[in-house]
């Protein structure tokens, strides 16, 4: 048994200790939010944040990690009391598809939460791991920004 | 001559339709005695709407959500026409149980077939509930008000849709051609309502068939070679079987599966079957580029258009030139799903398939049941812009799922299987030639496309990966040529332009050396890419503004006014020159010249150490006919632009002799945020009334060829071969 701690709540898991946490929390602990995208830490749908930074889940095993603090996008509201981030995405209806996004909320928060005040350059440079398909990105940007000035920041133009 | 009159477009079979049919705005307006939409499929108003004793309103479409906001708009129609509000109602979306089969989710159908069919059997049972509520509450139907689930009567008595659907009980009535359309109260139609499935994929709830738990669930991996053509060596199975939490190792001729309780054991066995290594039966993929190789293979001529006019003549100035794309793929963000469970000698697949039925029929060829034994159900995945992995996982689960009888198996691809194994957008080649007469106008043009097939979505067992592995397998299917006017490697090969002695001519390649299917857009993107690529270089040979010269050769009212929105919008006239790498580029198509009008203005730079291209605005006008929820439409045009941008400029899937090379991010990259456009902005051009146009794949081909002619504009080159990549741009400098 490996204990982790997701979203403040301390669980025991009954899993192989090389297994990603991406499998753990999708099927162990029923978390939609991290997806497998690519099992290879290219795209981004399996963000979350560890220790406040954003990680790809398909690559961290879970007996690499703990009793560092894991968050999740369920940790950040529910549809009914969203986070300030997804609240933002809503508004902006930043999603197509929607296969990618929890990753980019997660990614954004992460940013938002060191610095709510980036450049549009910055902000893109931050968001360059994660990938969308559909085309989103304009949306995510809007919604970013949107997310910045509600937690009294901003997004600063950079002259991109 | 008149545009409309002198045009005839060639079928196969040869001259048989007239221009009318590809002007008329929607198939609804084709034949008055025909019911609109797939409404004259399934003409019974239950096929499509229910009512029960409580109230509840439950809609059918056999169209699917794929991101691209169906759900909302389907909802918002029927809301607006039964006076409800969207939460009033249930959608119950494709499943080969319940809704009507429509057919395939694709070609930018769904509001024409399906947005049409619910709009006009929602007027009829707004028209029989008033009806209802006028012979209870004794009053003449004029005076009856419908509002939020209630019928009220002049003198404020009332009766709810629950009352009058017990008491009449059936909607099992055949649907009246040319009920009108509701014209009092409040509107949803042309709101922006907000997303009905946004809320769950923002906060981590059950929104994808990659999240669904079944009591009992196993998890399960398919076993196969790297990429299409591929297969196998024999593998020590009975020892992957003896893995840690194998379930079982489930092998159908070569169709090979691990089941196990715990993803992370299923994924561990596949890797460990696949150590065993692979090998190509067939015969080599060719050495050289897919686009010389299918120009090479034998091809069967299909006449695309014919319009008459004088010969060129001799003083005529002519243009050449040859345009081409690579192989695209899908590249779906997440790798295809399904989860299967048989129970009573039948099946019941829960996918993100485009079309339930047609892989309904699959499946039970496959599995050699009758389809009735079949049930498939779609949920959403990851976005698939096409035919991707969707039908063929559904066949993995399904046959994966056989061996364990009453047990759910949810089946997901991995990475490099979605990338290994999904059909691709053809390959293709487009020459054109063009002649000018002395008054700047083009007096003669000839399109030639070489391609492989577009569309090659399961029809059969053998349509389905998993049919070609079983013992013994099912027949290859044979991909055919779509016919025009929609076309596939034809689409969009017939311009919109006003053009005297015009031909355009398929060269479509049925050996088709790799996997194809459809790709989002089809052919449309090659060919606008090629065709608006094409007017730019004739526009400068006549020394016209490339929007004028559009202008000049385009009779049609509404693709003037989304050309003239783009360019107003993007201030066209007063643009900086270009040169020194910046410079500014426009496109417009209206798609397969039945849909949606688009027109894209765009300005660039570009730096000279990297030839990386800084795209800093982009402004689009569209055209969908009337506007459902117009914020819908614009996600749909922003993502053909972003999207296109990445197909246009960086992507090609690799080869080499044995397989396919692309096999994950890092060997098929795609566009990133730090070079998205800097701006997008898209106008609606809402006509209220006007018939549905579809709007997903209106963008691509005019985004393609705006960004080609920005590139020429700022360097004085021009890049007809995509992908317009930076080192291509740099070598220009």
């Known amino acids: 048994m490996i204990t982790l701690t997701i979203n403040g709540a301390g ?49 961290a095993p879970i007996a690499a990690l703990g009793n560092r ?71 995510i940007l809007r919604a970013a920004r949107r997310a910045a000035a509600a937690m009294g920041g901003g997004v600063q133009e950079s002259g991109t | 001559m008149s545009g409309v009159s002198r045009r005839a477009l060639l079928g196969a079979s040869g001259l048989v339709v007239s221009f009318a049919l590809t002007r008329s705005p929607a198939a609804q307006e084709v034949n008055a005695d025909r019911l609109p939409g797939d409404l004259d499929k399934y003409p019974f108003l239950d096929s499509w709407i229910r009512i029960d004793p409580d109230g509840r309103i439950t809609v059918f479409t056999g169209k699917a959500e794929l991101g691209q906001g169906l759900k909302t708009a389907l909802m918002q129609i029927a809301a607006d026409e039964l006076c409800v509000s969207p939460a009033a109602i249930d959608l119950v ?107 769950a994929k923002l906060s981590g709830g059950a929104a994808y068939v990659q999240d669904m738990r079944l009591p009992g669930m196993l998890h399960a991996r398919v076993v196969r070679g790297p990429s299409d053509g591929t297969q196998l060596k024999a593998a020590d199975f009975e020892a992957a079987a003896r893995l840690p939490g194998i379930e079982k190792v489930v092998r159908v001729g070569r169709f090979t599966a691990v089941l196990a309780t715990k993803e992370w054991h299923a994924i561990k ?18 050495s050289e580029d897919l686009r010389r190789a299918i120009r090479g293979l034998p091809a069967r001529d299909v ?38 469970q048989w129970n009573d000698g039948g099946v019941t697949v829960w996918t993100h398939t485009q079309g339930v039925e047609p892989l309904r029929r699959s499946l039970a060829d496959l599995l050699r049941l009758s389809p009735d034994k079949v049930r498939c159900i779609h949920v959403e995945g990851s976005g698939c812009y096409g035919h991707n992995g969707a039908d063929d996982v559904a066949a993995d689960a399904a046959l994966a799922a056989r061996a364990v009888p009453g047990r759910p198996v949810r089946l997901q691809w991995m990475r490099e299987q979605e990338h290994g194994w999904e059909p691709l957008g053809s390959a293709m080649v487009v020459e054109l030639e063009g002649a000018l007469g002395n008054d700047g106008r083009i007096v003669g043009w000839r399109h030639e496309v070489w391609s492989n097939a577009h569309n090659g979505r399961p029809v059969s067992g053998g349509g389905l990966l998993a049919g070609l592995e079983v013992d013994p397998p099912f027949p290859a299917q044979m991909p055919k040529p779509i016919p025009m006017p929609e076309g596939g490697g034809d689409r969009n090969a017939n311009p919109l332009y006003a053009i005297p002695n015009a031909s355009g001519l398929y060269h479509f390649v049925e050996q088709a050396p790799v996997r194809v299917s459809a790709l989002r857009s089809l052919g449309a993107h090659m060919n606008v890419f090629a065709i608006e690529s094409f007017m730019d270089e004739l526009a400068q040979a006549a020394r016209s503004d490339p929007v004028d010269f559009r202008l000049v050769h385009l009779e049609d009212e509404r693709a003037r006014e989304a050309i003239q929105t783009a360019a107003n919008r993007f201030g066209w006239a007063r643009r900086t020159k270009g040169g020194d790498g910046r410079g500014c580029g426009f496109a417009f198509a209206r798609y397969k010249n039945l849909g949606a009008y688009c027109a894209i203005a765009l300005e660039i730079s570009i730096d000279r150490d990297s030839g990386a291209i800084d795209v800093r605005r982009v402004v ?10 117009p914020d819908g439409i614009r996600n749909q045009v922003e993502g053909a632009i972003v999207q296109s941008l990445s197909w246009t400029t960086r992507e090609a899937v690799g080869f080499d002799t044995p397989h396919r090379t692309s096999f994950d991010w890092s060997a098929y990259p795609i566009l990133r945020f730090p070079a998205v456009p800097a701006t997008v902005e898209v106008h609606v051009i809402d006509r209220s009334g006007a018939p549905f146009l579809g709007t997903g794949e209106a963008g691509q081909g005019p985004m393609g060829a705006a960004l080609a002619n920005a590139i020429a504009d700022a360097l004085g080159h021009r890049l007809r071969d995509m992908p317009l990549a930076p080192d291509r741009i740099k070598a220009m400098f």
Not at chain 1, 15 to 27: C, E, G, H, N
Not at chain 1, 28 to 34: D, F, H, I, K, P
Not at chain 1, 77 to 85: A, D
Not at chain 2, 269 to 286: D, I, K, T
Request: charge should be neutral; hydrophobic fraction near 35%; glycine fraction near 10%.
């Open chain 1, 11 to 59: 669980h025991q898991i009954d899993a192989d200790p090389d297994t990603p946490l991406l499998y753990v929390l999708r099927d162990e602990l029923a978390l939609n939010g991290a997806k497998f995208g690519c099992g290879l830490g290219q795209c981004g749908a399996c963000t979350v944040l560890i220790d406040d930074k954003p990680a790809f889940s398909c690559l």
């Open chain 2, 269 to 286: 066995a596949m890797r460990h079957l696949q150590a065993a290594g692979w090998e190509r039966p067939g015969p080599a993929l060719p």
């Open chain 1, 69 to 139: 603090k894991i968050r999740t996008i369920e940790g950040l509201g529910t549809s009914e009391k969203p986070g300030v981030v997804p609240e933002a995405f809503e508004t902006e209806q930043a999603a197509q598809c929607g296969y990618c996004i929890a990753g980019m909320i997660m990614r954004t928060q992460a940013l938002l939460e060191r610095n709510n005040r980036p450049t549009e350059a910055e902000l893109r440079q931050h968001l360059a791991p994660n990938l969308c398909r559909c085309g989103t990105h304009m949306r």
């Open chain 2, 93 to 199: 979306t494709a499943d080969t149980v319940r809704t009507p089969d429509e057919g395939v989710t694709a070609g930018s159908h769904s509001m024409q077939d399906s947005g049409t069919a619910i709009l006009n059997a929602s007027a009829n049972v707004r028209l029989l509930l008033t009806e209802a509520a006028a012979w209870r509450l004794v009053t003449s139907s004029d005076q009856i008000e419908l509002r939020d689930g209630t019928a009220y009567g002049p003198t404020g008595q009332s009766v709810t849709y629950g009352e009058l659907a017990a008491a009449y009980s059936s909607l099992h009535v055949a649907a009246k051609p040319g009920v009108p359309r509701r014209e009092k109260g409040l509107r949803l139609i042309g709101e922006n309502v907000p997303r009905v499935d946004i809320p």
């Open chain 2, 620 to 629: 689009a006008a569209v055209d969908s006919g009337e506007a459902i929820n």
């Open chain 2, 303 to 340: 006449p695309i258009f014919r319009y008459a006019g004088l010969p060129t003549p001799s003083g005529a100035k002519t243009v050449r030139a040859t345009y081409s794309r690579p192989a695209l793929m899908h590249g779906s963000i997440g790798p295809s799903c399904a989860v299967a």
